[in-house]
């Protein structure tokens, strides 16, 4: 009987209740779990050397026949050495294995084995310790090599994976269309799953992959894009042209060139019948509200509603008080929706938006999860998107007919991972600050002289200026580090010392809602000049006349979060500073901090950090909302995306598919969004 992918692994032998619970925790219960657990890399063995050829000091394969066996040394308790000579055509040597005694008395006298393993000793007299041992006659030169997990070796992994294949159904169904599969060029899932395990050569293991990386990216697509609000719609939002001089008479400044041409560029988008899909992208500070505010305005023009989603509560307070100054006197009525807002209040709010009151909506997660009806909504704008998952921003496009999305983020993202989650949408770069920003001034310090700096932040202060001071943690914790810096017990010390005759304010993510609010209230109204804060004031706020920002246990913080807490001074016309305060010695840690010195470049900050944490790490896994992909690199697999998310537009849009086709295509797509199921819900 055949074995099918969708199989429990218990089928095979050798997998019982302990090994499958091992499995288990690789996420790995069906064959398909199995066969799609890749090798890490091969040991290459189709080209053995000449024993008088090899390197020394380099890891290769030797083909070689046992010549001499001595006996076993016991060297002390748990050592043992066994040492073995063999041979080839070209000459001989020794090879020594420790605790080996089982598998040495295995190797049989004249037969060939393949070594795989270091050379040591010396031109002449050359040696391997410990090397990995094959039989000469294997079912692949290329041994694969599995991530190691507590409690299964790749070995055991190997010999399960080959097993499950030599009982693999041939006529297996494959998730990609014999037709999708001619046109890219791409193999059998059959073979791929043969090859990519055991591979004949390299030029198989080589088709295997690209296959299957495909496969993944084209599913990961496909999935992505049945969440998305689907490209190809028409929207029922068409935008005639819009006179903006009186949204541009409002503002209080000459917007820069570069935000004129993002709006130009929102403009034509809002005109055309398929919805805009596009990223505003800029460092902080350069003005993205603003193009958001007059997307928003030509909406309210064409008689339209538009949505404005932000991460925080604080963020979308700020937005709705910012922008209401800016759009109440054009005739715009303005709504806040935030989760802490009373039942009643909300209840108004909602019923103003369902009575067609609101011509622009500002909330949180609120927008989304609460059970409010968006009728005649014709524009999405996502801020920090970065801060959202992918499902939660096609929730709220969700709520009307395809509407038009603008997504704002100051986190430029590498170009392959934009396309992946957004598929194919369009970028506009804000890559001009406005006048008058004079760059913030960054300065790394050791707590020695900080007294200094607290001077420096009261002559501020007495200049009528405002400051921030950020801790890492929010109160003192049983079991965290003695020098790290708690905002409450800091403030509380800065109140009764140094900063005794100034008005102080402290904020952080464990207060209640209605009192955060009061407390930015306060320090946007200038009544508070310091505000001692964690990073709930990383993202967004707008304070202009706030000019300082000290950050403790600097080191603690990456630096792309640095860049953004710094982003919240530097707004207005006045010199701005950001200090840095760490201990740390680590001198990793000195080059790191130091980067954010030599440059104000946001991008430039992302690429170090980009460099030094890795693309995994850079917008952790939560942030983007993706699965962890298992093949494919989206570092390196740049052509093969642009072929996968060609593919699955054609796909979206085949007429020509069978039943069955279709059927596993779909299923391989609830795959993927069931295992990254906590995240798109
Ligand atoms: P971002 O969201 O891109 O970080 P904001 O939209 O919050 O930036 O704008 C930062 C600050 O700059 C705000 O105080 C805003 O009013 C101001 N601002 C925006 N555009 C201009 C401009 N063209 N000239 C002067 N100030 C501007
Ligand atoms: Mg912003």
């Known amino acids: 009987m055949a074995l099918h992918l969708d199989d429990n692994i218990q089928f095979l032998s050798g997998v019982g209740p302990k090994k499958a619970a091992l499995y288990q925790k690789l996420n790995i219960e069906t064959v398909r779990d199995l066969l799609y657990y890749f090798p890490r890399s091969y040991i290459d063995l189709t080209s053995p050397c000449l024993i008088a050829?090899?390197?020394?000091?380099?890891?290769?394969?030797?083909?070689?026949?046992?010549?001499?066996?001595?006996?076993?040394?016991?060297?002390?308790?748990?050592?043992?050495?066994?040492?073995?000579?063999?041979?080839?055509?070209?000459?001989?040597?020794?090879?020594?294995?420790?605790?080996?005694?089982?598998m040495v008395d295995a190797l049989k006298y004249d037969e060939e084995y393949l070594f795989y393993g270091k050379l040591g000793g010396s031109p002449a007299k050359k040696e391997m310790s410990a090397p990995s041992v094959y039989p000469a006659s294997l079912p692949s030169a290329f041994i694969p090599v599995y991530p190691l997990t507590q409690g299964l070796s790749s070995k055991m992994i190997a010999s399960n994976i080959q097993q499950a294949l030599q009982l693999l159904d041939e006529d297996l169904d494959d998730p990609l269309p014999q037709s999708l599969r001619q046109k890219y060029q791409l193999c059998h899932l059959h073979f791929a799953l043969k090859n990519i395990h055991l591979p004949d050569d390299r030029e198989s293991a080589e088709i295997a992959r690209r296959r299957l990386v495909f496969e993944e990216l084209l599913m990961l697509s496909l999935s992505l894009r049945s969440v998305r609000n689907d490209t190809f719609a028409q929207t029922s939002y068409l935008c005639q042209k819009t006179d903006l001089t009186p949204f541009l008479q409002q503002l209080p400044f000459e917007l820069t060139g570069a935000q004129k041409r993002a709006i130009e560029q929102v403009c034509a988008d809002l005109?055309?019948?398929?919805?805009?899909?596009?990223?505003?992208?800029?460092?902080?500070?350069?003005?993205?509200?603003?193009?958001?505010?007059?997307?928003?305005?030509?909406?309210?023009?064409?008689?339209?509603m538009s949505a404005l989603m932000a991460p925080t509560e604080i963020l979308a307070q700020q937005h709705y008080q910012g922008l209401s100054k800016l759009l109440a006197p054009l005739g715009m009525r303005l709504a806040l929706l935030c989760g802490s807002m009373t039942a009643k209040e909300k209840r108004d709010v909602k019923e103003r938006i369902s009575l067609g009151?609101?011509?622009?909506?500002?909330?949180?997660?609120?927008?989304?999860?609460?059970?409010?009806?968006?009728?005649?909504?014709?524009?999405?704008?996502?801020?920090?998107?970065?801060?959202?998952?992918?499902?939660?921003?096609?929730?709220?496009?969700?709520?009307?007919?395809?509407?038009?999305?603008?997504?704002?983020?100051?986190?430029p993202i590498p170009r392959t991972l934009a396309l992946m989650i957004y598929g194919d949408l369009d970028v506009s770069s804000i890559d001009e600050l406005p006048p008058n920003r004079r760059p913030v001034k960054t300065y790394v310090i050791d707590s020695k002289i900080k007294q200094r700096a607290y001077s420096f932040l009261r002559d501020h202060l007495d200049r009528k200026l405002q400051g921030y001071i950020v801790c890492p943690l929010v109160e003192a914790m049983e079991n965290s580090p003695a020098n790290l810096q708690n905002a409450q017990e800091y403030a509380d010390t800065l109140a009764r010392g140094p900063f005794a005759e100034y008005q102080l304010g402290v904020l952080h993510g464990k207060m209640r809602p209605k009192d955060k609010e009061r407390i930015m209230d306060a320090f946007v109204r200038g009544e508070i000049q310091l505000l001692v804060s964690t990073t709930v004031?990383?993202?967004?706020?707008?304070?202009?006349?706030?000019?300082?920002?000290?950050?403790?246990?600097?080191?603690?913080?990456?630096?792309?979060?640095l860049h953004q807490l710094r982003g919240r001074v530097g707004r207005g016309a006045e010199q701005s500073y950001c200090i840095l305060v760490s201990d740390n010695k680590n001198p990793d840690t000195k080059e790191r901090l130091d980067v954010l010195h030599r440059t104000n470049d946001g991008f430039k900050v992302a690429e170090y950090d980009l460099k030094v944490r890795g693309p995994g790490d850079f917008l952790g896994?939560?942030?983007?909302?993706?699965?962890?992909?298992?093949?494919?690199?989206?570092?390196?697999?740049?052509?093969?995306?642009?072929?996968?998310?060609?593919?699955?537009?054609?796909?979206?849009?085949?007429?020509?598919?069978?039943?069955?086709?279709?059927?596993?295509?779909?299923?391989?797509?609830?795959?993927?969004?069931?295992?990254?199921?906590?995240?798109?819900?």
């Open 271 to 304: 005109q055309k019948s398929t919805p805009m899909n596009r990223l505003v992208q800029g460092d902080v500070g350069s003005g993205k509200t603003m193009v958001a505010a007059a997307a928003s305005y030509v909406a309210f023009q064409n008689g339209y």
């Open 357 to 411: 009151m609101v011509d622009l909506v500002i909330g949180t997660h609120a927008l989304i999860s609460e059970d409010v009806d968006l009728p005649n909504l014709a524009l999405v704008v996502t801020d920090e998107q970065h801060r959202f998952g992918v499902a939660q921003r096609s929730k709220l496009s969700e709520k009307s007919d395809h509407p038009h999305t603008l997504v704002m983020s100051a986190t």
């Open 53 to 102: 050829d090899a390197p020394a000091w380099e890891v290769c394969a030797i083909r070689a026949r046992i010549v001499a066996k001595s006996a076993p040394q016991y060297v002390r308790k748990g050592l043992t050495i066994s040492k073995v000579k063999v041979a080839d055509d070209s000459g001989s040597m020794m090879i020594t294995f420790f605790n080996a005694k089982f």
């Open 621 to 681: 896994k939560r942030q983007h909302g993706l699965p962890q992909l298992k093949i494919a690199d989206l570092s390196s697999n740049m052509d093969i995306l642009m072929q996968a998310q060609q593919a699955a537009a054609e796909l979206h849009e085949s007429t020509s598919l069978t039943e069955h086709e279709r059927t596993l295509l779909q299923q391989a797509i609830s795959r993927i969004l069931r295992s990254v199921g906590d995240q798109l819900n």
């Open 537 to 561: 004031i990383e993202v967004g706020v707008d304070v202009p006349n706030a000019v300082i920002m000290m950050v403790e246990n600097a080191e603690r913080f990456g630096l792309s979060q």
